[in-house]
């Protein structure tokens, strides 16, 4: 029997019933075809566009794994598993495309994995058709792989163990490891990577190559995502063939030859999804384990049983699960690392705000600021404040100078510092450094952000834009920088980041505010020159700003590349250990926050970076667009394409993208409530997280008089969408208004972006800061928590 735990960490957090279910886990009583030649030379070789250059393995890589497949045409195992190791050792972390990873309408989202991955899933196609060449793999690495197990097994060493999956997965010790990997991975809280290390297992814990009307999800992608419950039923002697046969050459490396019982693993699969929240998704996978063997048994916390029968016991208990309250605070964009965090409560407001100040009006274009937006089509342009609320107290930034920074008392609007109060006149034309609060460039005006950790706050300073035109008669001016500043000691400078210097130079600039955690802060780096824009992934130190890694991503042509200034606001998202990156440039990108290391990158279909001016693209190109993660899919609305999409957290593939013209005036990703994922632009959309259906959108067609104006927030199983004159209520589960709108336009208020902290909303018009308290009873403590709702 397999302990699962034997300390709860992070997991006992959620809530006290996770710890004691933790202890009732249950416990443990294919034949893939080569490639020949010809599809190698098809397959591997580079395919990113020309457009958008890579980190690929260069030719001499490929003439490796040609040399690799032609010893073993010959017979020569020996000598092709010393070529793919030596080519593992030389150059794994270079990426490399998949064969067959391209999905979607014409095979337009194709998916790049490190080269060592590469190779361990070219050694797991030999299990059945080349078994002597795996022997002859096995025979070298085996005697390394199972100390370095023992070792991490002995000293409960993470990082040990995810090095014997990361460069033995296919030895004989690999499937113990990934099997070992879930559980620490589970007792961390990490339920995707749990749930990816033990969908590895087998290439059939994924959904299967063959093609039905009945399987939605593509090759590899989550099997738990792929077919309703009734059409598993319903169509059964059609997929059961489907679903438990050998599967020929997956596209996707899993360990090929486990003596491990499957149902076992689909039953773990099945609690990872019920401790997750996943409850449609666990619903699913229980069906499929009861379709394939409803007399699989086991024993969870020594409690014998059908684990069909445990498994409804526990899904049944899950419904009364309460849900764990959500933080108090907003502290980075989004709320979170996520980027989707959604209040407790919906706020019941009073008929006026409780306090509010000015703020200096900035458009784009060149328009002069007259502290009123000058059009439809450029006012949500000047939306560019995003507060957050840090310990009681709300925190701005509205320009480029440490002056810029503000602070209030929540309760009261005190400022915090003797510099804070705005003078009434830094609403006209003036900006913060004397100038005119206009662009000039591409992309909108820029945006201001802020992430705080404790009492700390981290800012973008000086110049915003991130990349600036030499001339004939200057060099491009200096860009900004990022500082720590010190909460508790009026905003004391504690160290600041310049990227106009070694290691970087001349055109390097910050994206935008970084994330924080684990003592490290996680940012986005840029770089244009005449032909591309490169953008990078870096992590610094917390306490000292110095750098740590970086790790190049990518290159191409952005929006702004032509010969003026640049604003662009990229941001990253962190979910267990992972972070992810949204370019605008053609790809998402996964890093691994420990070391920088690149998990995948998978190339979406974009617009033309010299789309018209008034394209949605084309506006939205300076707004940012972080990924925002939720219960295993990385959702993303990128400024250079014209879809919404969800691709798979821990592999990168496709799961689905939304059909034109839905996705084309969306501009913020809220978050997932309902079973939806909330989008905002002109409109309101509810879209299925699982399928990427549009449910229901409001309005029914776009209305120059009913049109999204900010960034909107959820709470409470509530939608608060700005508009112009007003604030809707919606029901995050379709398009039902909860309560009659916010009024704004009386109050001589507009709309702006929201967020809502401490039974507090907040609105950040373009021109001033409004704060409005609840007037209902305070939320529950959370000993009182709702039950949770279906996932």
């Known amino acids: 029997m397999c302990e699962l735990f034997r300390t709860l960490g992070p997991l006992r957090l959620l809530c006290p019933w996770l710890g004691r279910l933790a202890l009732a886990i249950l416990a443990w009583p294919g034949t893939p075809p080569l490639l020949s030649a010809q599809d190698l030379a098809t397959t591997a070789r580079p395919t990113a566009p020309a457009a958008v250059k890579l980190d690929e393995v260069d030719n001499a890589a490929l003439a490796h794994l040609e040399r690799f497949q032609r010893y073993l045409a010959d017979g020569q ?17 270079r990426l490399i495309a998949l064969p067959g990873a391209g999905s979607g309408a014409g095979g337009e989202y194709v998916r790049f994995v490190p080269l060592r991955e590469y190779c361990q899933w070219r050694l797991a196609c030999l299990a059945d058709v080349a078994p002597q060449a795996l022997e002859v793999y096995r025979r070298r690495v085996d005697p390394l792989a199972e100390a370095w197990l023992k070792q991490a097994l002995a000293e409960r060493d993470f990082v040990r163990l995810g090095q014997v999956v990361e460069r033995f997965l296919v030895s004989r010790s690999g499937d113990d490891a990934l099997l070992r ?3 620490l991975e589970l007792e961390q809280g990490h339920f995707t990577q749990a749930r990816y290390a033990w969908e590895r297992l087998s290439p059939r814990l994924r959904t299967p190559p063959a093609s039905s009307p009945w399987l939605r999800g593509v090759s590899g992608s989550p099997l738990g995502l792929s077919f309703r419950e009734e059409d598993l039923v319903a169509h059964w002697d059609e997929l059961r063939p489907l679903l438990t046969a050998p599967v020929g050459q997956p596209s996707w490396l899993a360990y090929p030859d486990t003596e491990l019982e499957l149902d076992d693993v689909r039953a773990r699969l099945a609690l990872v999804s019920i401790l997750e929240g996943s409850t449609r998704r666990a619903q699913r996978e229980w069906a499929l384990l009861r379709q394939l063997n409803q007399a699989a048994e086991g024993t969870w916390g020594g409690k014998s049983g059908r684990y069909v029968e445990l498994l409804t016991e526990l899904l049944a208990a899950s419904r009364t699960w309460p849900t764990p309250p959500a933080p108090s605070d907003w502290l980075t964009f989004g709320g979170n690392a996520t980027r989707g965090q959604a209040a407790s409560d919906g706020v019941d407001v009073a008929l006026q705000p409780v306090w509010s100040v000015p703020l200096p009006c900035r458009q784009a274009g060149g328009a002069p600021a007259t502290g009123l937006p000058s059009s439809a089509g450029t006012a949500e342009e000047s939306l560019c404040y995003h507060p957050l609320v840090s310990a009681s107290s709300v925190l701005i930034v509205t320009g480029d100078t440490i002056d810029d920074v503000h602070g209030y008392d929540l309760e009261t609007g005190r400022p915090l510092w003797l510099d804070t109060a705005l003078p009434p006149e830094v609403v006209a034309a003036q900006g913060s450094n004397g100038q005119r609060n206009a662009s000039g460039g591409r992309g909108g005006p820029p ?9 700390r706050l981290y800012v973008k300073l000086g110049p915003q834009a991130t990349a600036a035109p030499r001339s004939d008669r200057r060099d491009a001016p200096p860009l900004g920088y990022l500082a720590a500043l010190d909460l508790q000691a009026e905003k004391k400078r504690l160290f600041e980041i310049h990227l106009n210097r070694a290691p970087w130079g001349d055109g390097w600039a910050v994206e935008g505010v970084p994330l924080a955690a684990d003592g490290r802060l996680y940012v986005a780096l840029r770089q244009r020159d005449s032909v591309r824009t490169q953008t990078d992934v870096a992590a610094f130190d917390a306490k000292r700003g110095e750098l740590v890694w970086q790790r190049f991503l990518a290159a191409a042509e952005s929006f702004g590349q032509a010969p003026s200034a640049e604003y662009t606001h990229n941001l990253l998202s962190l979910h267990e250990g992972i972070l992810y990156h949204s370019t605008n440039l053609g790809v998402v990108a996964a890093v691994r926050a420990r070391d920088g290391r690149v998990q995948w990158v998978t190339r979406y279909p974009q617009v033309t970076p010299d789309a018209a001016p008034d394209s949605s693209s084309a506006l939205r190109a ?20 014209d879809r919404v999409f969800a691709l798979d957290a821990a592999t990168g593939l496709l799961i689905w993208e939304t059909t034109l013209p839905a996705a084309d005036d969306v501009r913020h990703l809220l ?4 079973g939806h994922l909330i989008a905002t632009g002109k409109r309101l959309h509810w879209i299925d997280v699982e399928t990427g259906r549009i449910s229901a959108r409001f ?15 959820l709470a409470g199983g509530q939608i608060y969408w700005p508009t112009r004159d007003r604030i809707y209520v919606f029901d995050q589960q379709g398009p039902r208004q909860l309560r009659q709108p916010i009024e704004l336009a009386p109050l001589g208020l507009t709309g702006g972006n929201l967020l809502i902290a401490r039974d507090t909303l907040l609105i950040a018009a373009a021109n001033r800061l409004s704060v409005f308290r609840t007037s209902a009873p305070p939320a529950k403590p959370a000993g009182q928590a709702k039950p949770r709702a279906p996932g």
């Open 447 to 455: 945006h201001y952000t802020l992430t705080a950790d404790g009492q």
């Open 671 to 674: 978050g997932v409530g309902g």
């Open 699 to 713: 309005p029914a067609a776009v209305d120059q008089a009913l049109r999204g104006y900010g960034r909107g927030v």
């Open 181 to 183: 990997l879930g559980e």
């Open 622 to 641: 300076g707004d940012p667009t972080p990924c925002l993660i939720h219960q295993g899919l990385v959702l993303a609305a990128p400024a250079d394409s």
């Open 77 to 93: 195992a020996g000598e092709a598993v010393e070529a793919l190791c030596n080519l593992m050792d030389a150059g794994g972390e």
